[in-house]
């Protein structure tokens, strides 16, 4: 290729564009990504004078391949999108191109839809190639998505694929990836010993193989099949055959993708606790979360940093199981805040300069505002739902645009059990549950130190969140009759006494308590827990630091808004706005969402009487309905909060999500991240009523404290009935 790119008449556009193209391929090939992307740079310029869009396209496809293989996602994402506008026709090739950087992006699902897809047109399109390499990736997704039975068929397809159009490195990767999957599979039902060691002399066998194909697009095939194949022996016990196979892998080498590179530091990890070798297990743990750090970095949006857990996975299982094996509550808890510390923290420190999803936001506002005005009968549903999906494919278009943004933020270091009890004094106490191998353990830190604690099957502790919800939702309905809500009360306040009994009880805590937990744990209205009445309380999904010293008295700026049909909501944020001086109330035409988003912006205090929404299936379209439509969760990334105290007066906006990997998102865990101090919120239903009767209280205390939990601790206790609104915030003295 080079000495044809040496003999080409240059002014021959076409084809020199083709054999750039052609020659950036080999270098793709043997993993050398560098210089593949400057000769694909070279044939999109020859192709743009040509003008043919296949040409163009093509070049544009393969430069995002490059950057996505040099790690620049957000970059390779535009670029293909760029391709698949320009591209006449779809023969799935765009669609393959874009599941891979999503793939890489820990956008499991997404990219498993696409995929999914995708494999039709290639299939159609008689591209068996790329077909196979399709089912290889889609295979990958549901490994990552734990759908072992579903990942080891898709794989097996896609090796007879390979195998059909003569790619013997491809073919003995995905046999590698079958037998990843049996791995993934057996560390929750371990097989027995020969089948152990069968299925680590065939990878063994594969490794062989891979050793003669050689490389392909940056994967080493013999080297993937003795990372798996190690696995297997430390699972059988043979720590000897699995160091003399490990060691052969060696260091990274160039082009190799991230997913491998981490895979050899979790095999690494994962030997070296086995060896007994603590220091060495740590050094590697630490190495594959640098890794996810430093890949974090490029990424952009909120969703995209959050989804990129998904290749901690298997590191956090290694780290998190030999830090149990030793029985400390130290290692325990350090073990968990290294994972979710990796991929905590904002997103973006500053907002992208992305108009066109500003418009498409409006435009869905504008149509879940026309939606609420509908009335809510049979005869409108259909009128109503229409212009629902409408919104619903605007926002999955906003999605997307967010995956093109690049990031700049800092992750944060994690906390560890050291600084916590420093942190804490007195009688107060911080606890990090965690859920591993079927237990629901909690890590207990005081002045006094730290200790760990089993509290049973986690499955109880779910069934009775769900079954608190739902009992708030029936209690908290004036439609229903009024034996029915006492029936439901009644079965609310047992169902909080058996969850103190089981998440509280053991702990032994009477002052301060700082909770960190995912789901289902976050779901607990904690301040209405028997015994946390009146008691200061606060909640996160990770050690947070950013808190700053009290400041009651001082000067501060609040901003009291009210949303449309909230029954007590203007005379809610006039009692309010009362006990501030100089407050800024919005009711009415004047409470909309630029409005609130420039206080967010700017004030101390916001405090917001609404209806709000979490969207379990698409987080980041949590939402706070306003006088123009909602305000979404999706257009708060990007902002810096100056450390307020935000406080969402609205039902059940304090939900969350798990994404894959275990991180959380929703409206509160948004606003933390970008700098929110403190997030009041309800993680049930909230009457109307109910928060018209304690937020005065409320905001009187915290104006007298700056003090939030305490503020609602007192607040809540003189009610009678349980309020679900809960304080997320960091530890104070972090």
Sequence with gaps: MSEALAVHDVSNHRDVAVTYLSRGNVYSEFGMFDAARRDYEESYAHAKVVGEPLSISSALQNIGYAQYALGDLPSALASMEEAQDIRQGDDGIPMLGRAEVLFESGLLEDAERLLRTATGYLERARLRADHAEAEWYRARCLLGLRQYDDARAVAGHARRLFTEVGNRPMAVLTHVLELEAELADARSKPPGGPTVRRRAETALEAAAEGDVTGSFLGHHPGHAARLVAARWFVLAGDLGRARETFDVVGRDRPGMPLTSRVQRFVVAAQLAFAEGNRSRGLRAVRQGFRLLAEHRLRLGAVESVTAAAAHGVDLQLVDVGAALETGRAHALFDAVERGRSTFAGAGRVTPPDDPQAAELLTEARGLLAAAREIPADAEHAAERDALSRRARRIQEQVRERSWLHSGDAEVQRPVTVRETVRALSGDAAAVNYVIFGGR??????????????????????????????????????????????????????????????????????????????????????????????????????????????????????????????????????????????????????????????????????????????????????ASIDLADGPLFAHELDGMRLPGSVVVLAACEVGGSSEVVGGEVLGLTSVLLRLGARAVIAAVAPLPDALAAQVMPRFHARLRATDDPEASLAAACAETPEPVPLVCFSSLEGL
């Design 440 to 621: 629901l353990r909690a890590v207990r830190a005081s002045a006094r130190g730290a200790n760990v604690l089993d509290l049973g099957e986690p499955g109880d502790v779910a069934e009775l969140v769900r079954r608190v919800r739902a009992d708030i939702a029936v209690a908290a309905n004036n439609h229903i009759p009024p034996l029915l809500r006492e029936a439901a009360r009644a079965s609310l306040d047992r169902s909080l006494k058996k969850l103190d009994a089981i998440v509280l009880a053991p702990l032994g805590v009477d002052g301060d308590l700082h909770v960190v937990a995912r789901e289902p744990l976050l779901g607990i209205p904690w301040t209405a827990l028997p015994s946390r009445q009146g008691r200061r309380t606060s909640v996160n999904s990770h050690m947070a630091r950013g808190r700053r010293d009290a400041r009651p008295g001082t000067d501060h700026r609040l901003l009291a808004a009210a949303g449309p049909h909230v029954a007590h909501g203007v005379g809610e944020v006039s009692v309010v706005g009362t006990e501030w001086p100089g407050a800024t109330v919005l009711t009415g035409a004047s409470a909309t969402t630029a409005a609130v988003r420039e206080a967010l912006a700017t004030h101390d205090v916001i405090h917001l009487a609404a209806h709000g929404r979490h969207d379990a299936d698409n987080p980041l379209f």
